[in-house]
């Protein structure tokens, strides 16, 4: 996330770094990467984006907790920080507890269909 601070700071000086921005970093990066490897394959259809997508496993660009994209009826991660407001904070916030899976998260079936 530090790169990501130091890259927007640079690229938008004075401007507000919030929510949005990282959160759709990684959206962007993630995508971006599937792109570029559905190039490699020679296929950019719907189809041969979703398979290089779901063929990457794991994935952890430095945003947060590891992801993988490979089972579709599963989310992508289950653990979330919980962070607390920061006036001060870069985005406004600071992590108030690292990254973990509740019970309840953990133990949810996700609707498929």
């Known amino acids: 996330m530090r790169k990501l ?5 640079a690229k ?11 959160a759709g970093y990684p959206a962007a990066a993630i995508v971006g990467e599937a792109l570029k490897k559905a190039c490699e394959a020679g296929d950019l259809s719907r189809e041969g984006v979703l398979t290089v997508h779901r063929a990457r496993g794991a994935w952890d660009g430095g945003y947060g907790t590891e992801m993988d994209f490979s089972v579709v009826d599963k989310p992508a991660t289950r653990a979330t920080y919980i962070v607390k407001p920061d006036k001060e904070a870069v985005g406004g916030a600071v992590i108030y ?9 953990g133990e949810y079936t996700v609707p498929v269909g």
């Not at 507890?97 to 998260?105: G, I, N, Q, Y």
């Open 5 to 9: 601070v130091s890259d927007y700071r």
């Open 12 to 22: 938008y000086p004075g401007e507000a770094l919030d929510g949005g921005v990282s």
């Open 97 to 105: 507890r690292e990254a973990a899976v509740s019970d309840l998260a």
